[in-house]
């Protein structure tokens, strides 16, 4: 299975800024994807990271406010932009990976970030 | 894509088989079941996959019924270290498929 890393693992941020989140895959993948997972709460889908192209975002994100680049096979970052307290969450990143016998999807260690 | 219900949560004992079941009365024929365990402050880890009947793993053991409506994740003699949450998520295999977690279900396993 893939090995994937997240910087940072957690900030704080105060209200306004932005935050960059890195995702490092230890294979090429073709799927990568972005998720929010407030506090208490389930994942929720933000974008698929498409190499190449422009992110494909999921209904209720924007690429304004989250701006992602993929720009190979083993990297993407999320940017969290003009932070709210409202964007307190768990940021994770996930890999697709088209196994033989079954077709998953790995994930980080997500990105705590604290809005102040 | 099919949507998922599942109990929000459940108790259980260590030494205990603990079974927690999905309903996905919607499923397409080309979706698998597949489910996941989440430790806090972690990410989900893939447990098990199935698309009909039962499978089983080193972890877990997955029941399907044969009209697919629901599944079965069956974890056999629980400890401590099984309470998390666990998700149950159905789609289509080998499509790029975008993953749409549900509210999962937490299992607290006492001693």
């Known amino acids: 299975s893939a090995v994937i890393s997240q910087k940072p693992s957690r900030d704080i941020c105060q209200r306004g800024t932005s935050l960059t989140i890195q995702c490092q895959v230890d294979?090429?993948?073709?799927?990568m994807f972005w998720y929010r997972q407030q506090p208490g709460q389930s994942l929720t889908l933000i974008a698929t990271?498409?190499?190449?192209?422009?992110?494909?975002?999921e209904s209720g994100f924007v690429i304004d406010k989250f701006p992602i680049s993929r720009p190979n096979l083993t990297f993407s970052t999320l940017t969290v932009s003009n932070m709210s307290p409202e964007d307190s969450s768990i940021y994770l990143c996930?890999?697709?990976?088209?196994?033989?016998?079954?077709?998953?999807?790995?994930f980080g260690p997500g990105t705590r970030l604290t809005v102040l | 894509l099919a949507k998922t219900t599942q109990p929000i949560s459940m108790d259980s004992y260590e030494g205990q088989e603990v079974n927690i079941t999905c309903s996905h009365n919607?499923?397409?024929?080309?979706?698998?079941i597949t489910w996941y365990q989440q430790f806090p402050s972690q990410g989900p880890r893939f447990i098990i996959q199935?698309?009909?009947t039962k499978v089983t793993n080193e972890v877990a053991s997955l029941f399907i019924p044969a009209d697919r409506k629901s599944s079965t994740l069956s974890l056999p003699r629980v400890s401590l270290s099984d309470t998390a949450v666990y998700y149950c998520?159905?789609?289509?295999?080998?499509?790029?498929?975008?993953?749409?977690f549900g509210s999962g279900t937490k299992l607290n396993v006492k001693p």
């Open positions: 996930s890999v697709e990976d088209l196994g033989a016998v079954t077709d998953t999807q790995y």
């Open positions: 294979s090429q993948v073709t799927m």
């Open positions: 990271a498409n190499q190449g192209s422009e992110a494909t975002y």
């Open positions: 919607n499923i397409a024929t080309n979706d698998y």
């Open positions: 199935g698309y009909k």
């Open positions: 998520l159905v789609g289509e295999l080998n499509n790029f498929n975008k993953f749409y």
